[in-house]
């Protein structure tokens, strides 16, 4: 586990790019933390890395997942924010997209309760100040612990 404190909304998609970048297809990744700790925010430099327009990138506010085919990688843009049991999960056919060829991303991803995929590449975020959010950042599995250590690289 490590941590990494960004100072600017910027700093924090600077990451998300970065990670986008060490992805090769089959990614997942689970954020969460407090409301408006930069979950979106991270996503949209998930997107900047993968070559898909990050200004499209916002919250799924009536669907759970959002879909974006248009870069290197498909992106799936999990917010798991209004879920009320994990079973929902299971209507939107989403293990097709959790355990596709893309990069998925969850916001709230500690909505998935039991059916949290085991190994995943855990980013919880929390304010430590007004511009100031901690990236604490876990990895589940050995394909993330690679990942992990380049994003944490000084
Ligand atoms: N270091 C920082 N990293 C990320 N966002 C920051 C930072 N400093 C300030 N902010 C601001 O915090 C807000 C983060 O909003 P964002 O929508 O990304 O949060 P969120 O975690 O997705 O919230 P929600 O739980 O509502 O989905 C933005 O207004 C952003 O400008
Ligand atoms: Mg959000």
């Known amino acids: 586990m490590k941590v990494i404190t960004t100072h600017s909304p910027s700093e924090t998609q600077a990451i998300g790019e970065q990670l986008a970048k060490l992805c090769k297809g089959g990614e997942i990744i689970c954020l969460s933390g407090d409301l408006g700790t930069g979950k979106t925010t991270f996503v949209k430099g998930i997107a900047r890395g993968l070559k898909i327009d990050e200004k499209k990138v916002n919250s799924p506010t009536f669907v759970i997942m959002n879909l974006y085919e248009e870069g290197r990688l498909p992106l799936y843009h999990f917010d ?47 304010h430590s100040g007004d511009h100031d959010r901690g990236l604490k950042i876990t990895a589940h599995g050995e394909r993330y612990k690679k990942i992990a250590e380049v994003l944490c690289r000084p």
């Open 80 to 126: 798991f924010y209004r879920l009320e049991k994990p079973e929902e999960i299971g209507g939107v056919g989403y293990d097709e997209f959790l355990y596709g060829n893309g990069v998925a991303v969850i916001e709230w991803s500690e909505r998935f309760g039991a059916l949290m995929p085991p190994e995943n590449l855990a980013i919880h975020l929390a």
